[in-house]
């Protein structure tokens, strides 16, 4: 049923984000499109070259966030837990900011995986920090707040970079760290589609390990679950799928960590099983609801994805913090 | 020398590196109930740990049905053994009945989908420690009584030849304690299961285990048969009690005996003297007992909190020599309370006490069996 839900949710919001803009193409003319007849050049165009990239770039990588936010959530037993808090995203910008100036100043060209490599090099030096001090602090509210002081010495590096690059490197820089679905062209979408595909199965492999660890790391290990092959698993799985948002469209808060906990209310179970698919459809549902709104609402120009992500996002946080504080369980 | 089901041979256990408790030696036969007590941080939680291989072993090895613990794979390992920690689990929308089935995982596919089997195990494991009934509650909504017994039926349903649980009836009530031995002693008897727990309940520990470990945070002192660790005074010792005594013949803790010199002389018998015991203790007023056989339900209590306790062997007339001592103990005291109504021919000397008492002018309480009919 749910499954029915989050399915007809991205089927809609799909033909909405193709349909509705600044020109608008009727249903008629998207069906007609895509089964291959002739519609208007200028509607073709924008349908093929613009819209249909950035709805599936939207529905791919809203599904990767969530998906990412699940594992960092499962990973380190934190409800509030997501690549964006975490610092995570934050990291990979930095790399990617950092490949960008210096590459683009010896007017190189940078590839699709060069960015997706320096994300994931960045995200992992986050991460490693994120490891380093849950180490230390054992407090999930201080985990969270530990994130965040990574993220904000990530994004000063990046704005330091920023300054010194070269004028038309800023203004591509400065769209993208902000975060937006924008300028997807059809070989980016391939890529992600590839990355975020090998990463879903990956984790759906995983879904069984993964219910055991739910119960905590030692009756895991009790069940026989090979506790350091999962971690590392986890570590990397939700590292590569960050890197992979950040490196195609910056950025993007809370969606990561909202759209597991909608989902989660959606289905009443955690089972790993249900939950996986769900999150990535979950996730795509939120990601195209906001870009939408993100490309509309003020159109002609363009709200950052990521402010939409917050106005929705943030509440579902203090939403899940004020439950779980009432259950006395944080 | 046969060998055992499962044993340790000079086992170190510890943290980082740093060994707490070194040299233990366990051995059980199939089916036999092994209880570790010792004080709090003695590291009972620790060497259950070890065992389960949740920690690494510091040194010496862990053998259970001829294999070295530390070799098993995991999964071959899980369906030998389960355990229920101490740690409180944080799940999240998860049913109870969701939890139990998580012990089922060593048995299903690669995608845990539980087959019809699986669904019998849970349900049955379910039914033996009767939690059926919260079944479709959330994990984290029900008592902790109720989760420690979901958890124990997790681990049944694991069909383990062992089971390693670390203090599995401290949140239960006194009925749910009793069950959970007796459910305890069903799978021994019908499975030969083989149990590894700590227990903080010592009379519990008495009664149910084969054998005892007993920790005292640096080393085994002892390890062997109930009847040879509960002897007069040890668990005292090792628990290093100060404010009260443990009375390891009958499993009754009874608090510190008022100080100073004896106030009040009770004369009792037969069980009826206790109550009159505790009630003088609570008012800290120092007390000789007397004249009691050492097989009287009074006397254990008359031990330990009086500031002395004449007492009779058994079975035998009471001597004159002792009875010239009650007297003297009367005469320091300034008040006697007689619990009994009325004397049977084997204690003359109590009533010929009574007498003395009235006698020699003391003030005379006479209580017990009317409190008694009271409180009935």
């Known amino acids: 049923m749910s499954f029915l839900f989050l399915g007809i949710c991205v089927a809609v919001l799909c033909i909405a984000n193709i349909g509705i803009g600044s020109v608008k193409i009727s249903l008629q003319d998207i069906l007609k499109s895509v089964s291959g007849r002739e519609i208007g050049e200028t509607e073709r165009r924008i349908l093929w070259d613009i819209r249909l990239p950035r709805t599936l770039a939207a529905l791919i990588l809203g599904g990767a966030l969530a998906l990412a936010g699940y594992l960092l959530q499962t990973f380190f037993h934190n409800p509030i837990a997501g690549p964006f808090v975490l610092g995570i995203s934050s990291g990979a910008k930095m790399a990617v900011a950092l490949v960008m100036v210096f590459l683009m100043g010896r007017a190189v060209r940078v590839s699709g995986a060069t960015l997706i490599f320096a994300a994931f090099s960045g995200a992992m030096i986050s991460m490693g920090f994120v490891l380093l001090m849950s180490r230390k602090v054992d407090n999930m509210s201080m985990l969270i707040v530990s994130g965040v002081m990574i993220g904000y010495i990530c994004s000063a590096i990046t704005e330091f970079v920023v300054t010194f690059a070269d004028d038309a490197d800023i203004v591509n820089l400065h769209n993208w760290s902000r975060g937006s679905f924008s300028g997807m062209t059809w070989e980016n979408v391939a890529v992600m589609a590839g990355v975020t595909a090998v990463a879903f199965l990956a984790v759906f492999l995983m879904s069984k390990p993964l219910g055991a660890y739910q119960l905590g790391e030692a009756y895991a290990r009790n069940l026989g679950v090979n506790i350091l092959l999962l971690r590392s698993m986890l570590v990397i799985l939700s590292s590569v799928l960050s890197a992979c948002i950040v490196a195609y469209a910056g950025p993007i808060s809370f969606a990561g960590l909202a759209a597991p906990h909608l989902v989660k209310s959606l289905l009443g179970t955690a089972k790993p099983l249900l939950m996986i698919p769900a999150c990535f459809l979950g996730g795509s549902v939120f990601c195209l609801f906001c870009d939408l709104l993100a490309r509309n609402l003020l159109a002609p120009s363009e709200i950052s994805i990521s402010a939409v992500t917050a106005v929705f996002g943030a509440p579902v946080v203090l939403w899940v913090m004020i439950k779980r504080n009432r259950e006395k369980v944080l | ?376």
């Open chain 2, 1 to 376: 020398m046969t060998e055992y089901y499962f044993f340790t041979e000079k086992m170190s256990v510890g943290y980082h590196m740093r060994p707490l408790i070194e040299n233990i030696e366990i051995g059980l036969n199939k089916g036999e109930i092994l209880t570790l007590i010792g004080p709090n941080g003695a590291g009972k939680s620790t060497v259950l740990k070890s065992i389960a291989r949740q920690i690494a072993l510091i040194g010496g090895t862990v053998c259970l049905d001829g294999d070295h613990v530390e070799q098993m794979s995991g999964t071959k390992l899980s369906r030998k053994m389960a355990v229920l920690l101490t740690e409180r689990l944080r799940t999240e929308m998860m049913t109870c009945e969701d939890v139990v089935a998580t012990g089922r995982y060593p048995y299903t596919g690669h995608f845990g989908i539980l087959s019809e089997k699986d669904r019998r195990a849970v349900k049955e494991a379910m039914e033996l420690v009767h939690v059926s009934g919260i079944a479709d509650q959330d994990f984290t909504r029900v008592s902790d009584g109720q989760r420690q017994r979901v958890m124990l039926a997790r681990a049944i349903c694991q069909e383990p030849e062992i089971l390693v649980l670390d203090e599995p009836t401290s949140y239960l009530d006194v009925k749910h304690k009793l069950e959970f031995l007796s459910v305890l002693q069903k799978l021994r008897k019908e499975k030969s299961l083989t149990v590894v727990m700590s227990l903080h309940e010592l009379e519990l520990a008495a009664k149910v285990s084969d054998k005892i470990l007993c920790i005292n945070g640096r080393y085994v002192e002892r390890f062997g048969r109930p009847e040879e660790i509960f002897r007069q005074g040890y668990l005292t010792e090792l628990f290093g009690i100060e404010s009260g005594k443990f009375d390891e013949e009958n499993g009754n803790m009874e608090l510190a005996a008022a100080e100073g010199e004896a106030e009040v002389f009770v004369i009792a018998g037969n069980g009826t003297g206790r109550n009159t015991y505790r009630s003088l203790q609570r008012q800290g007023i120092p007390f000789a007992a007397g004249i009691l056989f050492q097989n009287d339900l009074d006397y254990p209590v008359a031990r330990a909190l009086g500031t002395c306790c004449i007492a009779a062997e058994s079975f035998e007339p009471i001597p004159e020599a002792l009875l010239s001592r009650a007297k003297e103990k009367i005469d320091s005291c300034k008040k006697v309370i007689c619990c009994r109504r009325s004397f049977g021919t084997f204690e003359a000397a109590n009533r010929e006490l009574l007498a003395y008492a009235k006698q020699s002018k003391k003030t005379i309480e006479e209580t017990a069996e009317k409190d008694l009919k009271q409180n009935g």
